[in-house]
């Protein structure tokens, strides 16, 4: 069982590498045994175990020690391809999938894999599948997020070239994502204006974490009840100096600033990549 959000199962998700042309041989799944020691999934009945407030605290602490380091491995073996990997989370129907697939082919001459979480089904793999991207697809049963072993092992199957833009689609779900290092080099939080103004300060650990939020939807402003500048207020309350962004993936509205933040992390990534080789 999870010690930082108590769900789980059995520890394990299914790793599978989407192809290009997709046939059931040609599925690889992969799984992480339980007995890894890696945290276990799921809200099954009587898989809910009542912890002193104290014993909670020394589990989680051992849970996300264990992930922080394997992250650290990942960070470095990332940063050794110059590979840029940007953690994208939400809550479920932000329109997150919607505004990678109109990433992945707005960027089109930029090498771009994907790295795509979700509880069950190959669903959104394909439609990643179908831009022309390389794809693994993580289903972590009922887990709540990915996590730094899921991450490691889908790095390994995707194997993506060096210098790539590496997307990283977490489960939909704004709380245990934000507490799990994943080895990225920035969390980008994605919502929509049909979620509420107050998204920030109701799950302000996502935010805290986050280096950037967009705002997605924007089409659909004049038909809800949504205060821009205040959710913008509310994040940097939380964050101060968050970047907001807003934007359309339906219509393309506020996209050019999106991939030009994308632009300037790559560009920040090798400059810090050239700096640290001049040092050695």
């Known amino acids: 069982m ?3 959000c108590g769900c789980g199962d059995d520890g394990s998700a299914v790793i599978t590498v989407v192809p290009h042309h997709h046939s059931p041989e040609h599925d690889h ?3 992480h045994d339980g007995d890894t020691g890696d945290h276990v999934h ?3 009945p009587g898989e809910h175990v009542h912890l002193a407030p104290t014993e909670t605290i020394t589990l989680e602490q051992k849970v996300l020690a264990k992930n922080d ?3 650290h491995s990942v960070r470095r073996r990332l940063a050794e ?3 840029l990997a940007i953690n994208l989370t939400s809550s479920p129907g ?8 109109r990433t992945l082919r707005d960027l089109a001459d930029t090498s771009i894999a ?6 069950e089904t190959m669903l959104d793999g394909e439609r990643i599948r179908a831009t022309g991207r390389p794809v693994v697809q993580v289903n972590t049963g009922a887990g709540c997020h990915l996590d730094a072993a899921m991450m490691d092992t889908a790095l390994t199957a995707l194997s993506p070239d060096p210098g790539t ?3 990283i689609e977490n489960v939909g779900n704004l709380v245990c994502p934000a507490l799990f290092d994943l080895g990225e080099h920035a969390k980008v939080v994605v919502i929509s204006v049909t979620e509420g103004t107050d998204k920030p300060l109701k799950y302000p650990h996502m935010f805290a974490a986050a280096s950037l939020v967009l705002i997605n939807k924007m089409d659909l402003l004049p038909y809800v009840d949504f205060d821009v500048e205040r959710c913008r207020e509310y994040a940097n309350s939380i964050n101060p100096g968050i970047g907001v962004l807003t934007v359309s993936a339906t219509t393309g509205m506020g996209l050019a600033n999106w991939y030009e933040w994308l632009f300037e992390q790559t560009s920040a990534l090798l400059s810090d990549l050239e700096e640290g080789l001049r040092r050695e």
């Not at 932000?94 to 697939?101: F, I, M, N, P, V």
């Open 29 to 31: 799944p992969h799984r």
């Open 94 to 101: 932000s329109g997150k999938t919607t505004l990678l697939e």
């Open 42 to 44: 799921g809200h099954g």
């Open 2 to 4: 999870c010690a930082t």
């Open 81 to 83: 391809q110059a590979i």
């Open 165 to 167: 833009l590496l997307f």
């Open 69 to 71: 380091a394997l992250a």
């Open 114 to 119: 994907v790295i795509e979480g979700d509880q």
